[in-house]
């Protein structure tokens, strides 16, 4: 299967600092990659949708200004989390769709990126 | 209503038994469908994508789709421990626009041995 990877997979940072999270298929190109957050024994919450080459669509609620989206190549998609904060403290995952809309496209996901806000 | 949705559980069977984990969505011109398993603390694991109607076989797994009733199921043949998890119903409605999975809550299921 497609493989997603993630980096880092957990860090802990200082309130009020940067975190940029990556997201890279390794074995397909990516048109677009998801960002989703996932707080414990809670569903995923989609945060925002990658496009390559063009700017990222965000869900409603989520800050653009905050979620910072680049995906300037087929396989690596960036998420930073500007001016952290303790309630951004979450499990960030990243997923890759393989394939045409419509027919067989998949979301394959990432490992996921544990982020803790001290 | 929920776009996609599954029962919370934890749906308990005993190792051996037969899973059974459910999931009806709300679009009707949905046409992809996936689930998806979680174990505690990692990212989720695609099992299955099914896009017609019918049952589709993989090993223990088989994913059951019926549009008319707008539900999608998973069976899961010969429960093991290593199976519990949280199983992800997810749902693509292919709605011009919005290329998205919809994902249910989830279902925990626990196989004890």
């Known amino acids: 299967g497609a493989v997603v990877s993630q980096h880092p997979s957990r860090v802990i940072c200082k309130s009020g600092t940067s975190v940029k999270i990556e997201c890279r298929s390794l074995d397909f190109q990516a048109t677009t990659m998801f960002w989703y957050r996932q707080f414990p024994k809670q569903s995923l919450m989609l945060m925002a949708t990658s496009n390559e080459g063009s700017k990222a669509t965000y869900e409603q609620g989520v800050e653009k200004d905050k979620f910072l989206i680049n995906h300037a190549s087929l396989t690596l998609s960036t998420l930073t989390v500007t001016s952290a904060h303790p309630e951004d403290s979450s499990f960030y995952i990243c997923?890759?769709?393989?394939?045409?809309?419509?027919?067989?496209?998949?979301?394959?996901f990432g490992p996921g990126t544990r982020l803790l806000v001290l | 209503q929920k776009e996609v949705e599954q029962n919370s559980g934890p749906l308990s069977v005993p190792e051996g038994a037969i899973a059974s984990l459910n999931c009806t969505y709300s679009?009707?011109?949905?046409?992809?469908f996936f689930w998806y398993r979680q174990y505690s603390g990692k990212s989720p694991e695609l099992i299955m994508s099914i896009y017609s109607n019918g049952d589709k076989e993989d090993g223990r797994f088989t994913a059951q789709l019926n549009k008319a009733s707008q539900y999608v199921s998973l069976l899961i043949r010969d429960s093991q421990p290593s199976d519990s998890a949280t199983y992800l119903c997810a749902v693509n409605p292919n709605r011009r626009g919005y290329n998205k999975l919809i994902f249910g809550a989830g279902t925990r299921l626990a196989v004890h041995p």
């Open positions: 997923s890759a769709r393989i394939g045409t809309s419509g027919g067989s496209e998949t979301q394959y």
């Open positions: 679009d009707r011109v949905s046409q992809s």
